[in-house]
Protein backbone atom coordinates (compact mmCIF):
# COMPACT_ATOMS: atom_id res chain seq x y z
CA UNK A 1 0.00 0.00 0.00
CA UNK A 2 1.78 3.49 -1.08
CA UNK A 3 1.32 6.16 0.98
CA UNK A 4 -1.21 8.00 -1.25
CA UNK A 5 -3.36 5.42 -0.81
CA UNK A 6 -3.37 4.67 2.63
CA UNK A 7 -4.43 8.20 2.77
CA UNK A 8 -6.99 8.15 0.48
CA UNK A 9 -8.25 5.04 2.39
CA UNK A 10 -7.77 7.13 5.97
CA UNK A 11 -10.05 9.61 4.33
CA UNK A 12 -12.44 7.55 2.28
CA UNK A 13 -12.96 5.61 6.41
CA UNK A 14 -13.64 8.59 7.81
CA UNK A 15 -16.22 10.14 5.38
CA UNK A 16 -17.81 6.64 4.73
CA UNK A 17 -18.52 6.57 8.87
CA UNK A 18 -19.61 9.97 8.62
CA UNK A 19 -22.19 9.25 6.04
CA UNK A 20 -23.16 6.59 8.33
CA UNK A 21 -23.74 8.75 11.14
CA UNK A 22 -25.55 11.10 8.84
CA UNK A 23 -28.14 8.37 7.69
CA UNK A 24 -28.43 6.74 11.21
CA UNK A 25 -29.33 10.48 13.08
CA UNK A 26 -31.15 11.70 9.79
CA UNK A 27 -29.50 14.74 8.62
CA UNK A 28 -26.83 16.64 9.47
CA UNK A 29 -24.32 19.03 7.27
CA UNK A 30 -21.27 18.41 5.33
CA UNK A 31 -18.57 20.47 4.52
CA UNK A 32 -14.57 20.01 3.25
CA UNK A 33 -13.81 19.46 6.43
CA UNK A 34 -16.49 18.20 8.51
CA UNK A 35 -19.75 16.56 9.17
CA UNK A 36 -21.95 18.34 11.57
CA UNK A 37 -25.03 17.88 13.50
CA UNK A 38 -26.51 20.98 14.84
CA UNK A 39 -29.62 19.05 16.81
CA UNK A 40 -28.50 16.42 19.34
CA UNK A 41 -27.66 13.19 18.02
CA UNK A 42 -28.83 9.43 19.46
CA UNK A 43 -26.97 7.62 22.07
CA UNK A 44 -23.26 5.83 20.36
CA UNK A 45 -23.54 8.68 17.82
CA UNK A 46 -21.56 12.09 17.69
CA UNK A 47 -22.65 15.15 16.70
CA UNK A 48 -19.42 15.98 14.33
CA UNK A 49 -17.23 13.62 12.71
CA UNK A 50 -14.38 15.36 10.91
CA UNK A 51 -12.80 14.63 7.51
CA UNK A 52 -9.82 16.96 7.36
CA UNK A 53 -6.91 17.55 9.61
CA UNK A 54 -7.51 21.23 8.55
CA UNK A 55 -10.31 21.39 10.96
CA UNK A 56 -10.64 24.43 13.40
CA UNK A 57 -11.04 23.05 16.66
CA UNK A 58 -12.72 26.17 18.39
CA UNK A 59 -15.03 27.17 15.47
CA UNK A 60 -16.01 23.17 15.50
CA UNK A 61 -16.96 23.39 19.13
CA UNK A 62 -18.71 26.62 18.74
CA UNK A 63 -21.10 25.08 15.70
CA UNK A 64 -22.52 22.64 17.96
CA UNK A 65 -24.82 22.26 20.86
CA UNK A 66 -22.91 21.94 23.92
CA UNK A 67 -25.35 23.41 26.60
CA UNK A 68 -26.95 19.61 26.59
CA UNK A 69 -25.48 16.78 27.59
CA UNK A 70 -23.63 14.45 25.30
CA UNK A 71 -22.54 16.17 23.15
CA UNK A 72 -19.29 14.48 21.21
CA UNK A 73 -16.86 15.20 18.35
CA UNK A 74 -14.85 12.23 16.30
CA UNK A 75 -11.76 13.46 15.86
CA UNK A 76 -10.73 11.08 12.95
CA UNK A 77 -7.07 12.09 12.50
CA UNK A 78 -7.01 12.22 16.31
CA UNK A 79 -5.38 15.65 15.84
CA UNK A 80 -7.59 18.14 17.82
CA UNK A 81 -7.19 19.92 21.11
CA UNK A 82 -10.76 20.09 22.76
CA UNK A 83 -10.26 20.49 25.82
CA UNK A 84 -10.17 24.19 25.80
CA UNK A 85 -13.52 23.87 24.57
CA UNK A 86 -14.75 22.02 27.92
CA UNK A 87 -14.35 18.68 25.88
CA UNK A 88 -12.38 15.04 27.28
CA UNK A 89 -11.17 11.89 25.34
CA UNK A 90 -13.70 9.39 25.38
CA UNK A 91 -11.96 7.47 23.76
CA UNK A 92 -8.86 6.27 21.16
CA UNK A 93 -9.37 3.24 18.37
CA UNK A 94 -8.04 2.36 15.52
CA UNK A 95 -9.58 3.32 11.56
CA UNK A 96 -9.04 -0.54 10.20
CA UNK A 97 -9.27 -1.36 6.50
CA UNK A 98 -9.59 -4.96 4.56
CA UNK A 99 -8.42 -5.10 0.97
CA UNK A 100 -11.55 -5.54 -1.69
CA UNK A 101 -11.55 -9.55 -2.59
CA UNK A 102 -9.16 -11.00 0.71
CA UNK A 103 -9.79 -13.73 1.52
CA UNK A 104 -10.54 -15.37 4.74
CA UNK A 105 -7.25 -15.67 6.22
CA UNK A 106 -5.27 -19.08 7.00
CA UNK A 107 -7.27 -20.99 9.90
CA UNK A 108 -10.10 -18.42 10.11
CA UNK A 109 -13.63 -21.09 10.53
CA UNK A 110 -16.29 -20.06 7.91
CA UNK A 111 -19.74 -19.01 9.10
CA UNK A 112 -21.01 -21.71 10.75
CA UNK A 113 -24.88 -19.83 11.41
CA UNK A 114 -27.04 -19.18 8.88
CA UNK A 115 -26.07 -15.53 7.77
CA UNK A 116 -29.01 -13.15 5.49
CA UNK A 117 -29.73 -9.43 4.94
CA UNK A 118 -32.38 -8.02 7.12
CA UNK A 119 -35.08 -7.03 4.47
CA UNK A 120 -38.32 -5.14 6.72
CA UNK A 121 -39.17 -2.99 9.51
CA UNK A 122 -40.13 -6.37 11.90
CA UNK A 123 -36.81 -8.40 11.11
CA UNK A 124 -34.90 -4.68 12.04
CA UNK A 125 -36.37 -4.58 15.08
CA UNK A 126 -35.57 -8.03 16.47
CA UNK A 127 -32.01 -7.47 14.82
CA UNK A 128 -31.79 -4.07 16.99
CA UNK A 129 -32.98 -6.06 19.98
CA UNK A 130 -30.07 -8.97 19.73
CA UNK A 131 -27.83 -6.12 19.30
CA UNK A 132 -28.94 -3.94 22.15
CA UNK A 133 -29.68 -7.09 25.10
CA UNK A 134 -33.77 -6.32 24.05
CA UNK A 135 -33.49 -2.34 25.77
CA UNK A 136 -35.82 -1.55 22.40
CA UNK A 137 -34.35 1.86 21.75
CA UNK A 138 -35.34 2.16 18.38
CA UNK A 139 -32.06 3.60 16.86
CA UNK A 140 -32.38 1.76 13.97
CA UNK A 141 -35.32 3.53 11.97
CA UNK A 142 -36.61 1.33 8.71
CA UNK A 143 -35.41 4.02 6.45
CA UNK A 144 -31.95 2.48 6.95
CA UNK A 145 -33.03 -0.07 4.76
CA UNK A 146 -31.77 0.79 1.51
CA UNK A 147 -29.64 -0.21 -1.66
CA UNK A 148 -26.73 0.98 0.55
CA UNK A 149 -27.16 -0.09 3.95
CA UNK A 150 -26.73 -3.50 4.99
CA UNK A 151 -28.01 -5.09 8.24
CA UNK A 152 -26.87 -8.84 8.61
CA UNK A 153 -27.67 -11.14 10.64
CA UNK A 154 -26.84 -14.54 11.63
CA UNK A 155 -29.56 -17.04 12.92
CA UNK A 156 -29.02 -20.40 15.13
CA UNK A 157 -30.75 -23.02 13.80
CA UNK A 158 -34.18 -22.01 15.57
CA UNK A 159 -34.18 -18.91 13.67
CA UNK A 160 -33.11 -16.53 16.29
CA UNK A 161 -30.86 -13.66 15.49
CA UNK A 162 -27.59 -14.52 17.72
CA UNK A 163 -24.98 -12.60 15.82
CA UNK A 164 -24.65 -9.33 13.16
CA UNK A 165 -23.37 -6.80 11.68
CA UNK A 166 -24.44 -3.25 9.87
CA UNK A 167 -22.66 -2.37 6.42
CA UNK A 168 -22.53 0.76 4.76
CA UNK A 169 -21.03 2.02 0.89
CA UNK A 170 -20.28 5.54 0.87
CA UNK A 171 -16.89 7.34 -0.66
CA UNK A 172 -16.01 3.98 -2.70
CA UNK A 173 -15.19 1.51 0.33
CA UNK A 174 -17.68 -0.55 2.53
CA UNK A 175 -17.94 0.39 6.67
CA UNK A 176 -18.24 -2.25 8.59
CA UNK A 177 -19.65 -1.54 12.03
CA UNK A 178 -21.83 -2.77 15.10
CA UNK A 179 -20.69 -6.27 15.10
CA UNK A 180 -22.40 -8.83 17.82
CA UNK A 181 -22.49 -11.80 18.57
CA UNK A 182 -24.49 -13.35 21.24
CA UNK A 183 -22.82 -15.19 24.64
CA UNK A 184 -21.96 -18.83 23.58
CA UNK A 185 -21.49 -17.78 19.96
CA UNK A 186 -18.04 -15.91 19.53
CA UNK A 187 -16.93 -12.93 18.10
CA UNK A 188 -15.16 -14.76 15.38
CA UNK A 189 -18.43 -15.99 13.75
CA UNK A 190 -19.66 -12.28 13.68
CA UNK A 191 -16.60 -11.19 11.58
CA UNK A 192 -16.62 -14.22 9.48
CA UNK A 193 -20.31 -14.34 8.64
CA UNK A 194 -20.43 -10.26 8.67
CA UNK A 195 -17.25 -10.19 5.98
CA UNK A 196 -18.98 -12.99 4.25
CA UNK A 197 -22.12 -10.90 3.46
CA UNK A 198 -20.46 -7.82 2.82
CA UNK A 199 -18.09 -9.61 -0.06
CA UNK A 200 -21.33 -11.35 -1.36
CA UNK A 201 -23.10 -8.11 -1.74
CA UNK A 202 -20.18 -5.92 -2.89
CA UNK A 203 -17.24 -7.78 -3.78
CA UNK A 204 -15.09 -5.45 -5.41
CA UNK A 205 -14.72 -2.71 -2.32
CA UNK A 206 -12.52 -2.38 0.39
CA UNK A 207 -13.95 -2.80 3.59
CA UNK A 208 -13.08 -0.52 6.40
CA UNK A 209 -14.51 0.40 10.16
CA UNK A 210 -12.83 1.45 13.22
CA UNK A 211 -11.74 -0.82 16.60
CA UNK A 212 -9.80 -0.69 19.67
CA UNK A 213 -8.96 -3.37 22.14
CA UNK A 214 -9.92 -7.12 22.10
CA UNK A 215 -12.01 -5.93 19.14
CA UNK A 216 -9.27 -4.91 17.11
CA UNK A 217 -7.41 -8.01 17.65
CA UNK A 218 -9.97 -9.93 16.15
CA UNK A 219 -10.58 -7.79 13.39
CA UNK A 220 -6.70 -8.35 12.56
CA UNK A 221 -7.44 -12.38 12.82
CA UNK A 222 -10.27 -11.63 9.96
CA UNK A 223 -7.44 -9.55 7.79
CA UNK A 224 -7.76 -6.31 8.88
CA UNK A 225 -4.78 -3.61 8.93
CA UNK A 226 -4.40 -0.56 11.12
CA UNK A 227 -5.14 2.41 8.76
CA UNK A 228 -4.37 5.17 11.67
CA UNK A 229 -5.63 6.56 15.16
CA UNK A 230 -8.91 8.46 15.66
CA UNK A 231 -10.14 9.98 19.43
CA UNK A 232 -13.67 10.70 20.33
CA UNK A 233 -14.36 13.83 22.41
CA UNK A 234 -17.43 14.32 25.07
CA UNK A 235 -18.36 17.73 26.30
CA UNK A 236 -17.85 17.87 30.13
CA UNK A 237 -21.30 20.09 30.64
Not at 15 to 41: I, P, Y
Not at 42 to 68: E, F, G, I, N
Not at 161 to 180: D, L
Not at 207 to 233: I, K, N, Q
Request: net charge negative; charged share 20%.
Amino acid sequence: MTLANHEELLHAAARNNAAWCAAVCGGGEFTADAWTSVRRTPPYYPDAVTLSRDVPAAALAAALDTDSPGCSVKDSFAVLDLAPSGFEVLFEAQWIHRPAGASAPAGTAPPALAWSRVGEAAELERWEAAWDGGSGSGLFHPRLLTVDIAFLAGRDAGGRIVAGAAANVAAGVVGVSNVFAAEGVGDDEAWAGALAGIAERWPGLPVVGYESGEDLRTAARHGFAALGPLRVWLHAA
